[in-house]
């Protein structure tokens, strides 16, 4: 089945370290996304990634990192500079293209980073 | 800048009622809008959305909801809830006429719990 699996679903670090959650989709969507999710707060973009080897900055992207090497792959790293990196971090993709994109975001389970 | 208000933090409703939740948003433009359901611990399932046409979107797990440009609402709607409904639900927009290439720069609301009771 098609579809996109984050990993591992439940993190926990010390502080100081950096950790990176994995996302890979199977859909053939050329856009891909993170998220964080906080209570109470909605969800957050952090990054953004419309082609292979492209990225841009999302609204809260201080702290974190991204790499797009494959069109299947959009890791991200929550580095040591995140002042605040206990979330819910959640990666989302879309298909590529103008008539495609309707907007509408397909999500994965997400992954829980808590950090001790 | 785009930005959406889910005025209520939760709603409760018993099981059989209508439910309503809302939403309200502010685009430069025409906007794309959408819902999305969360379960605990879970990712966010597409609900509905409304890019252009009939002002009543239907959806998934017959939840419907209504577009009207002059109160910039589109509040989600089922004629009969059930306890199985009991979630959390994010309203989405998109302006279509800011520049981010192919990408979907989706804001969110801060999200209302829904809780169905029997």
């Known amino acids: 089945d098609g579809g996109i699996t984050q990993s591992p679903k439940y993190l926990f670090r010390k502080e100081g370290q950096n950790v990176t959650l994995s996302c890979e989709q199977n859909?053939?969507?050329?856009?891909m996304y993170w998220y964080r999710q906080d209570p109470g707060q909605g969800l957050r973009l952090i990054y953004y990634s419309q082609i292979v080897n492209d990225f841009q900055k999302g609204d809260i992207a201080e702290g974190y990192s991204v790499s797009r090497e494959k069109k299947e792959s959009f890791p991200l790293t929550v580095t040591s500079a995140q002042k605040n990196p206990t979330a819910f971090y959640l990666c989302a993709s879309t298909p590529g293209g103008i008539i495609r994109n309707t907007g509408e975001l397909f999500f994965g389970e997400g992954s829980r980073l808590t950090v001790l | 800048a785009q930005s959406v208000a889910q005025p209520e933090d939760q709603v409760n409703v018993a099981e059989g009622n209508p439910l309503t939740v809302k939403c309200t948003y502010s685009v430069s433009g025409n906007p794309y809008l959408f819902w999305y359901v969360q379960y605990p611990n879970r990712g966010l399932q597409f609900l509905l959305k409304y890019i252009t046409g009939d002002n009543l979107v239907k959806g998934s797990y017959g939840f419907e909801a209504e577009f009207n440009k002059s109160q910039t609402s589109f509040h989600l709607k089922k004629p009969s809830a059930l306890v199985s409904d009991s979630a959390l639900y994010f309203c989405?927009?998109?302006?279509?006429?800011?520049?981010?290439?192919?990408?979907?720069?989706?804001?969110f609301g801060t999200g209302t719990r829904l809780q169905v009771t029997l």
């Open positions: 859909l053939n969507h050329d856009a």
């Open positions: 989405a927009v998109r302006d279509p006429t800011k520049a981010t290439g192919t990408a979907s720069k989706l804001t």
